[in-house]
């Protein structure tokens, strides 16, 4: 064996397979890896799916697996979609868990321990809690996605309470554990194209009966660098509400605490993407203009040509005078191209661009 293997090579399956599936990430990817590697032990795996990725992620995996050999990598002929390859990767896994990582974040140190150490209470998900900092790590911008100081865990009477609670953090795949079993026995294909395969498989009829959250975060995100940036409208107006939706199970009620089904109707909503940079004249057209009439029409209309840089420093303004505490929203408005001096100038006498 390889002295440079990232764990010895075993008969038995590995209890947990760490499964990222990636396109275009090279600059990334790596960074990714060795916050994992740093943590392997004996029972874990780790492979990549690649979606054919034109950029250099195949030159960066080649090292990887070079260095340590017991890295599964495969890479695509063609690109099949993020859902895809996911379910690729989860059908590729030898683990009875599988951990769907994300392909730019960290996995924080002790993170895999520590989810080891809760797959020993036999459940069929967990779910992990994240942090939040800017592209390059050097910023927090939030402490905890999920505001809870303890782990949690979830039966099958308490499913609604487990979909309100977990829902919105859920749309980051990276907080998905999954028995590796119940993946394969559900209805994977009728989600293929959502970007939201996982809260399919999670949240279909029959919903999971047993699920766990731990409280401390086992990932940092690095926000701004979403692979779906260019299509935010699409994904968060349309995709995800209509998802959300579709989950039979629940009520009414509980969808309406995760998504309300037709967001693009509160101006809040629309100003904030339009500040952006996400919701323009484009988006107007081909979502909206013909699902709206009257004043709502007018209203969309208007803020689609509102000019961009106005928009950017009126939410900046909001979020300045009125939300200072509130720093991941700040930021994400000051990566759009509209973040022009008089937004990032407001931002800098008020202090909150200190990093924490």
Not at 127 to 145: G, I, Q, T
């Amino acid at each position: 064996m390889n002295s440079n293997s990232l764990i010895p090579t075993l008969d038995a399956a590995p209890r947990l397979s760490i499964c990222i599936a990636t396109y275009n990430r090279g600059k990334f990817i790596g960074e990714t890896l060795d916050s994992i590697l740093a943590q392997m032990v004996q029972g874990v795996e780790l492979l990549v799916v690649d979606g054919a990725s034109p950029d250099n992620t195949l030159q960066v995996m080649a090292r990887y697996v070079e260095s340590y050999p017991d890295i599964r990598y495969y890479r695509e002929q063609e690109n099949s979609g993020i859902d895809r390859d996911y379910d690729k990767a989860v059908g590729y896994a030898k683990g009875e868990y599988c951990w769907l990582m994300s392909d730019d974040d960290l996995v924080r140190p002790g993170a895999i321990q520590k989810v080891l150490s809760t797959l020993e209470s036999g459940t069929d998900l967990i779910v992990v809690n994240a942090e939040v900092r800017n592209v390059d790590f050097s910023e927090l911008l939030l402490e905890k996605r999920m505001s809870i100081n303890s782990d949690l865990q979830y039966g099958k009477h308490d499913q609604e309470k487990f979909f309100v609670d977990t829902a919105i953090h859920l749309g980051f795949i990276g907080a998905v554990i999954i028995k590796r079993e119940f993946w394969l026995s559900r209805d994977r294909a009728s989600y293929f194209g959502t970007l939201f395969v996982h809260m399919g498989v999670i949240f279909q009829h029959p919903t999971i009966s047993a699920a766990n959250v731990i409280a401390e975060p086992c990932i940092t995100i690095r926000d701004g660098n979403a692979t779906w940036s260019a299509r935010t409208f699409e994904v968060w107006a349309m995709k995800w509400p209509e998802l959300i939706w579709s989950f039979p199970d629940f009520s009414d009620k509980a969808k309406q605490a995760v998504s309300p089904p037709e967001q693009w109707r509160r101006f809040k909503f629309l100003f904030y993407l339009r500040a952006m940079g996400a919701y323009s004249i484009n988006e107007f057209n081909k979502h909206l203009s013909l699902k709206l009439s009257g004043f709502g029409w007018i209203k969309a209309r208007a803020i689609a040509i509102c000019p961009g840089r106005f928009a950017n420093f009126v939410v900046v303004l909001y979020y300045v005078i009125l939300s200072r505490s509130t720093r991941l929203p700040l930021y994400d408005v000051l990566l759009s191209r509209f973040a022009a001096w008089p937004s990032r100038f407001l931002v800098n006498i008020s202090g909150l661009a200190k990093s924490k």
